[in-house]
T-cell receptor
Framework: ETGVTQTPRHLVMGMTNKKSLKCEQHLGHNAMYWYKQSAKKPLELMFVYSLEERVENNSVPSRFSPECPNSSHLFLHLHTLQPEDSALYLC?????????????FGPGTRLTVL | LAKTTQPISMDSYEGQEVNITCSHNNIATNDYITWYQQFPSQGPRFIIQGYKTKVTNEVASLFIPADRKSSTLSLPRVSLSDTAVYYCLVAPLTGGGNKLTFGTGTQLKVEL
């Protein structure tokens, strides 16, 4: 596989469930990102990892917990979510973590919280 | 990071050239200008990036005046498949923190 992949593509969960989103990049990049995009709203940057270290956390609620075990993989662990957390969750990667670097996005995970 | 302003929406017809202008009055010396395209329910896709003057690739051209306070993305001969949201971003390649925001972008609608 090439590029940035995300699994699952669709996820429905109850508010008491625990689930994880997975992202994998095959580009040899050093930086990885999680974004949230709610319906008809701009992309919101959630987390940034550079060389497996978290370098940015944009005031994201603790019910979202990121994990970056190596430079190719990024997870977003979800627990006790709220219905307003329903959104498209996008993973991206770039060669370096400078904001002007070209970001390569995955196809996203469509999350629905019931 | 520099604040950008671009039109909320634009309409065009197939075969026309579309120019989307982005204003970035407080652009810094080390900032680059990058444009992304996003289709519904997909992640954004990089279109073009430039620092000054003109940059052209197989899908678009980017015009940047000497003062760099604005930029124009030019899409030649658009088709229905170019209907998407276009984002203008201004940021350095290194440093500058990671607070990259995509803003609301410009919704381009192409009709027959």
């Amino acid at each position: 596989e090439t590029g940035v992949t995300q699994t699952p593509r669709h996820l429905v969960m109850g508010m008491t469930n625990k689930k994880s989103l997975k992202c994998e990049q095959h580009l040899g990049h050093n930086a990885m990102y999680w974004y949230k995009q709610s319906a008809k709203k701009p992309l919101e940057l959630m987390f940034v990892y550079s060389l497996e270290e978290r370098v940015e956390n944009n005031s994201v609620p603790s019910r979202f917990s990121p994990e970056c075990p190596n430079s190719s993989h990024l997870f977003l662990h979800l627990h006790t979510l709220q219905p307003e957390d329903s959104a498209l969750y996008l993973c991206a990667s770039s060669q370096d973590d400078g904001p002007g670097n070209e970001q390569f996005f995955g196809p996203g995970t469509r999350l629905t919280v019931l | 990071l520099a604040k950008t302003t671009q039109p909320i929406s634009m309409d065009s017809y197939e075969g026309q050239e579309v120019n989307i202008t982005c204003s970035h009055n407080n652009i810094a010396t080390n900032d680059y200008i990058t444009w992304y395209q996003q289709f519904p329910s997909q992640g954004p896709r990089f279109i073009i990036q430039g620092y000054k003057t003109k940059v052209t690739n197989e899908v678009a051209s980017l015009f940047i005046p000497a003062d760099r306070k604005s930029s124009t993305l030019s899409l030649p001969r658009v088709s229905l498949s170019d209907t998407a949201v276009y984002y203008c971003l201004v940021a350095p390649l290194t440093g500058g923190g990671n607070k990259l925001t995509f803003g609301t972008g410009t919704q381009l609608k192409v009709e027959l």
